[in-house]
């Protein structure tokens, strides 16, 4: 069984950039969910994506958008990058019909913009 | 509205003494309830969840935590700590749309 796996790992951007992080899911999932975690924070929830449409979504701009393709595989992208951007942003996978949904993390791309 | 609060931002243990870490949530309905850990630079791994049933939940690790409706918590216990257990330690609550809200952790150091 294949676990989450994200790229890049490190993502360096200069502010005003555009920037796009992949997650490839669990194997048998088909849902993807985001997170921000700033340093010495919790993860923050961005939007979580099912059969390819968006799910839910937190308190973040629209600058912060996804997709998710027809192997439950996902990207975020994040527009006009800010510095406040610069955090851990972390994929998690699930599946949705068990009556309840255990996410499972990758280990997450470090997003610095300078 | 916060949906977790984990009150203590630093905890020290030493190596073999037992550990409680706090967790209390704010949530109208059953809530479902976890607890995750992460090590340096790592993602989050899974310790234990709660759904309904019984209220002392058994974890990876030898952790357990035990839901407390009248006192909305779910604290995290080990009855004897080891140096690798060294890490932070996020209680998380899953709310209606399988959106998951975290604490702001718990940063545990093991001292021999």
């Keep these: ?26 194997s048998g999932h088909n849902t993807v969910s985001w997170y921000q975690q700033a ?3 919790g993860p923050q929830f961005i939007f979580q994506y099912y059969r390819e449409e968006e799910n839910g979504r937190g308190n ?13 595989s996902s990207e975020l992208n994040v527009n006009a990058l ?3 951007d610069s955090a851990l942003y972390l994929c998690a996978s699930s ?8 996410q499972y993390f990758g280990p997450g791309t470090r997003l610095t913009v300078t | 509205a916060q949906s977790v609060t984990q009150p203590d931002i630093h905890i020290t243990v030493s190596e073999g003494a037992s550990l ?31 759904f309904s049933g019984d209220t002392l939940v058994q974890g990876i690790k030898g952790f ?8 909305s918590s779910f ?38």
Excluded at chain 2, 75 to 82: C, Q
Excluded at chain 2, 92 to 102: E, I, L, S
């Design chain 1, 1 to 26: 069984e294949t676990g989450v796996t994200q790229s890049p790992t490190h993502l360096i951007k200069t502010r005003g950039q555009q920037v796009t992080l992949r997650c490839s899911s669990q």
């Design chain 1, 39 to 41: 340093l010495g924070q």
């Design chain 1, 60 to 72: 973040f701009p629209p600058r912060f958008s996804g997709l998710q393709f027809p192997n439950y």
């Design chain 1, 82 to 84: 800010e510095l406040d």
């Design chain 1, 95 to 102: 599946y949705r019909g068990q009556g309840y949904d255990e």
């Design chain 2, 20 to 50: 409680e870490l706090r967790c209390n949530y704010s949530y109208g309905a059953t809530p479902y309830l976890f607890w995750y850990v992460q090590s340096p630079g790592q993602g989050l791994q899974l310790l234990l969840k709660y």
């Design chain 2, 64 to 71: 357990e935590a035990e839901f407390k409706r009248s006192q």
């Design chain 2, 75 to 112: 604290n995290l216990r080990k009855p004897s700590v080891h140096w690798s257990d060294a890490a932070e330690y996020f209680c998380a609550v899953r709310r209606t749309g399988n959106q998951f809200y975290f604490g702001t952790g718990t940063s545990l150091t093991v001292i021999p």
